[in-house]
């Protein structure tokens, strides 16, 4: 099994009175594509938010890269690059803010601008010219994106990048997290509540519910679980009867496996209508 | 930090923004420069007007929306934070863009009346020199403090 690269112990969030967080464990090994799934409000960014040290953790631990000590902490932070949100200024252009992301990871100027070329091409930004308050939703993601990966950092955080997406775009944001991994050795952790598109992307999965991360869970367990099969017969007392003896005429015959949202929801209640 | 306030400086500066107020002061500047004639007293008299109602206007206002304005709006400062830098050393380095830029709009300031003295043959002798460089000292005090003032509320 791959090293543990973040890990969460115990941890424990309050607002005022308000408990978001209420012992979250969550380990994510080195190499992963994680999806980490929850309704809206469970407390997706703020995990997120207290492993990149913008949220005070109540109690608890959160370890990156085997850090120990908190200055530890700080310094392992500069290997992760995350999209909490599209945040830019807006009267810059896509090149002019990542120059100033880029002078503040430190990559040094002689390789700025390759690097800032390299990212805008793999988002699909490249030719784009005009400031960032003329972007739709889907090109200030995009440019999240690339942001993100400035400096190829070891371990990409992307919190919900699908949003607002149109369905070319969400397809295009899944090869990009899969060539992360494969071509860059990214760690990615993604949350999403898109279940579908979280199950073609990530390959394991936290489930997080009432503050707790209730499973983790990966591809190949989802694949093992009860399955139904539904036959389309001419004859469906006959087809009950030679169900067990064998030798029924079948028309059709569709396979139904266990798909990510049957599980979420057979774990956390809730349904589809 | 001094990432931050290199990229921060470069930012602001790319501002179209920015540039409004000192073109403002250049256009009131070339206006006194080709207007009644001025002596130390009748300036001396006046600085403190300036220095108290007019330089902190024409500074405070570039300066805070460039530096805190910008980031009240589309919170780029989350990124800084995120990447190791705690949230002190941020907003620290953002009030030592503040202390740089207000420094360069005083000096600024300064050059203008130097040149408008030099325009109307006005020599200073060593204490009235003196007096304008303290005046305008204590001035650009007073302006960090004001910043000193929103950093805190950034905080």
């Given at each position: 099994m791959s090293e543990a690269i973040i890990e969460l112990k115990d941890i424990r969030k309050h607002y005022g009175k308000h408990e978001v967080l209420k012992g979250v464990n969550m380990q994510i090994?080195?190499?992963?594509?994680?999806?980490?799934?929850?309704?809206?409000?469970?407390?997706?960014?703020?995990?997120?938010?207290?492993?990149?040290?913008?949220?005070?953790?109540?109690d608890g631990t959160v370890s990156i890269a085997g850090s120990q000590s908190r200055a530890e902490l700080y310094k392992n932070r500069s290997k992760i690059g995350f999209l909490v949100g599209s945040r830019f200024f807006n009267y810059l252009s896509p090149r002019e803010n990542l120059k100033y992301y880029a002078t503040?990871?430190?990559?040094?100027?002689?390789?700025?601008?390759?690097?800032?070329?390299?990212?805008?091409?793999?988002?699909?930004?490249?030719?784009?010219r005009k400031p960032f308050k003329t972007f739709s939703l889907g090109m200030g993601q995009r440019l999240g994106i690339a942001g993100a990966i400035l400096g190829n950092p070891e371990i990409l955080i992307l919190d919900e990048p699908t949003n607002g997406l149109d369905p070319q775009g969400i397809a295009d944001v899944r090869h990009m997290i899969q060539r992360f991994r494969e071509e860059f050795n990214m760690t990615v952790v993604?949350?999403?509540?898109?279940?579908?598109?979280?199950?073609?992307?990530?390959?394991?999965?936290?489930?997080?519910n009432e503050g707790v991360v209730v499973k983790e869970i990966t591809k190949a367990d989802l694949a093992e679980k009860e399955s139904a099969i539904e036959i389309t017969v001419d004859d469906l007392?006959?087809?009950?009867?030679?169900?067990?003896?064998?030798?029924?005429?079948?028309?059709?015959?569709?396979?139904?496996?266990?798909?990510?949202?049957?599980?979420?929801?057979?774990?956390?209640?809730?349904?589809?209508? | 930090m001094r990432r931050l306030i290199r990229a921060d400086l470069r930012r602001i500066l790319a501002k179209p923004g920015f540039?409004?107020?000192?073109?403002?002061?250049?256009?009131?500047?070339?206006?006194?420069?080709?207007?009644?004639?001025?002596?130390?007293?009748?300036?001396?008299?006046?600085?403190?007007?300036?220095?108290?109602?007019?330089?902190?206007?024409?500074?405070?206002?570039?300066?805070?929306t460039c530096v805190y304005g910008d980031e009240l709006r589309s919170g780029t400062m989350i990124p800084a934070i995120g990447r190791g830098?705690?949230?002190?050393?941020?907003?620290?380095?953002?009030?030592?863009?503040?202390?740089?830029?207000?420094?360069?709009?005083?000096?600024?300031?300064?050059?203008?009346?130097?040149?408008?003295?030099?325009?109307?043959?006005?020599?200073?002798?060593?204490?009235?020199?003196?007096?304008?460089?303290?005046?305008?000292a204590a001035?650009?005090?007073?302006?960090?403090?004001?910043?000193?003032?929103?950093?805190?509320l950034c905080i």
């Open positions: 090994n080195r190499g992963d594509i994680y999806g980490l799934i929850g309704r809206n409000g469970a407390g997706k960014t703020t995990i997120f938010k207290m492993i990149l040290g913008l949220s005070e953790i109540t503040v990871k430190g990559i040094p100027q002689r390789q700025m601008k390759k690097e800032i070329d390299r990212v805008l091409e793999i988002v699909g930004l490249q030719n784009v993604v949350s999403s509540h898109i279940l579908g598109e979280l199950e073609n992307t990530a390959d394991r999965f936290g489930i997080l007392e006959k087809a009950r009867k030679l169900l067990t003896e064998g030798g029924v005429k079948i028309v059709r015959e569709v396979e139904e496996r266990s798909t990510l949202e049957d599980y979420y929801f057979m774990l956390v209640g809730g349904g589809k209508e | 540039y409004i107020c000192p073109v403002i002061l250049l256009a009131l500047f070339f206006y006194g420069l080709f207007g009644e004639p001025v002596d130390y007293d009748s300036y001396y008299a006046n600085l403190d007007l300036q220095l108290s109602y007019i330089l902190p206007f024409f500074v405070m206002l570039p300066v805070f830098l705690s949230r002190t050393r941020v907003i620290v380095a953002k009030f030592i863009d503040t202390l740089l830029l207000s420094l360069a709009f005083c000096l600024f300031f300064l050059l203008t009346d130097m040149i408008t003295f030099s325009r109307f043959s006005v020599v200073l002798t060593k204490i009235q020199a003196m007096r304008i460089y303290s005046a305008y001035a650009w005090l007073k302006i960090q403090g004001y910043c000193a003032f929103a950093a805190i």
